[in-house]
T-cell receptor, first 111, second 113 residues
């Protein structure tokens, strides 16, 4: 069963613009992670934000977490063609190793 | 080194075949995972091993049989699969020195004929 719901499901933007993806989840979490997947390959870990953190940055990535709304957002600034990929959020519960992925956002950067 | 390796990269098998997928990590991670991913869908958790013991089985059909021979290796034994089992099978690991971040292998693309 999927815990997270991303929106939008698909997003096309011009190169250089910012891309924002959102993730909502249902149960209490220990942390939330964002991953990138290029066309049917393995997933690459982007960033982890803990439940007691509100915002985190890594290069052109900015992640926010609102535990009261059970939601997170991923902002990619100054997008590049190489950012074209699927992006997934994944939630990690306190009590076990179960990590559940959201449905994902397919991002397409237009030249 | 944050590498998880998976073999084979591609596998074609008939419904009566028996095959195995292999996953290996040498990062000292305590937890290892199998996920199944269909096209344009998120990874779907199948099994989790923690300290070489099966800790989570997401009600996966018995034609999929996981095995963790040691702390670095994870196998997925396949028998009598159905065409709908065709998918990308992903292995991941995490824990101890690697913390909570999951590291994924490149996957095995399985086609069942």
């Amino acid at each position: 069963s999927q815990q997270g719901e991303e929106d939008p499901q698909a997003l096309s933007i011009q190169e250089g613009e910012n891309a924002t993806m959102n993730c909502s989840y249902k149960t209490s979490i220990n942390n939330l992670q964002w991953y990138r997947q290029n066309s049917g390959r393995g997933l690459v870990h982007l960033i982890l934000i803990r439940s007691n953190e509100r915002e985190k940055h890594s290069g052109r990535l900015r992640v926010t977490l609102d535990t009261s709304k059970k939601s997170s957002s991923l902002l990619i600034t100054a997008s590049r063609a190489a950012d074209t990929a699927s992006y997934f959020c994944a939630t990690d519960r306190y009590r076990d190793d179960k990590i559940i992925f959201g449905k994902g956002t397919r991002l397409h950067i237009l030249p | 080194d944050t590498e998880v390796t998976q073999t084979p990269k591609h596998l074609v098998m008939g419904m009566t075949n028996k095959k195995s997928l292999k996953c290996e990590q040498h990062m000292g991670h305590r937890a290892m995972y199998w996920y199944k991913q269909k096209a344009k869908k998120p990874p779907e958790l199948m099994f989790v091993y923690s300290y070489e013991k099966l800790s989570i089985n997401e009600s996966v059909p018995s034609r999929f049989s996981p095995e963790c021979p040691n702390s670095s290796l994870l196998n997925l034994h396949l028998h009598a699969l159905q065409p709908e089992d065709s998918a990308l099978y992903l292995c991941a690991s995490r824990g101890r020195g690697g913390g909570e971040t999951q590291y994924f292998g490149p996957g095995t693309r399985l086609l069942v004929l």
